[in-house]
């Protein structure tokens, strides 16, 4: 077992009443695993992907509960031992690249960010570390994408950017918050099948955040659906796809194109 989250509790207090958003979840990840955390806006998945990586505020909310990752409390642990991780050993990949990547630094400078931080390595080997990951990451000419800035990357290749950013420390762990939604459906294939090697690969485990069923049907072999801030149902992937006990779980399930029930894990190659 690699990470354990136990009676999460989170609330906001920036308002007159608390406002509880994360409601005694509890869940395991486990070496190499890609599980799938699931639910519409507001079901409280994302904010459970930002406390297991450190990036919620301490200061305007109350969280209770424990995050073990490899034994260590990360939810109360010091800043200092939580920034040795971050990053390092717990990767993330956010939404919309745009907002997370820094539009005046060129893309090299900032996949190597995380090994300025965290190693000692000279110039000349994290940029020989920087190609190689944009290598991996499949962009074609990783030389010319190192000197570009975001803008003159397409939303696949800012994604991948992503990707190699989140990688370039080997992390045990990669959190994924809807990593696709802002793409086309190919291109969305595309970046599942990425995530999936580079899983197999590393050994590597990946939660995995969605409101697209499809999506992680596709990719994971374990699904927690989300609802109003708790867990309402978690199991084999196909189990629950095949025999969902609650009704917003069927809800779900319900919602997916009938074109895309049925789609297996077969992924579009290529470069975007």
């Known amino acids: 077992m690699l990470l354990e989250v136990k009676n999460l509790n989170i609330e906001f207090h ?11 979840v509890s869940f395991l990840i486990h070496e190499g695993e890609i599980l799938g955390l699931v639910g519409e806006s507001g079901s409280g998945k994302s904010m459970t992907a930002l406390a297991i990586a450190g990036l919620l505020s301490r200061h305007d909310m109350k969280k209770t509960g424990e995050i073990l990752f490899e034994g260590k409390e990360l939810l109360t642990c010091p800043r ?3 920034r040795a991780i971050q990053g390092n050993e717990i990767g993330m990949i956010f939404q919309e690249p745009m907002t997370s990547l820094n539009p005046v630094k060129k893309i090299g400078w900032q996949v190597g960010e995380s090994l300025r931080i965290h190693t000692e390595l000279s110039k000349e080997e994290i940029k020989t570390r920087v190609l190689a990951m944009l290598k991996e990451v499949e962009l074609e000419d990783p030389e010319l994408v190192y000197e570009q ?12 950017v992503m990707i190699a950013s989140a990688m370039i420390c080997r992390p045990k762990i990669l959190i994924a918050d809807e990593p696709t939604t802002a793409l086309d459906v190919t291109i969305q294939a595309q970046i599942l099948a990425l995530i999936k090697r580079l899983s197999d690969k590393e050994g590597m485990a990946v939660l995995f955040i969605s409101h697209d069923l499809s999506l992680v049907r596709m990719l994971c072999g374990r699904v927690i659906v989300m609802q109003q801030g708790r867990i309402i149902e978690e199991g084999e992937t196909q189990q629950v796809f095949d025999h969902p006990e609650k009704e917003y779980t069927k809800l779900l399930i319900s919602s997916i194109p009938v074109c895309e029930r049925g789609r297996g894990l077969r992924f579009a190659g290529g470069n975007a």
């Open 14 to 24: 920036d308002h007159i009443l608390p406002e509880s958003v994360v409601d005694d």
């Open 80 to 82: 200092g031992e939580l």
């Open 149 to 160: 800035y975001p803008h003159e990357l397409s939303g696949g290749m800012r994604q991948r």
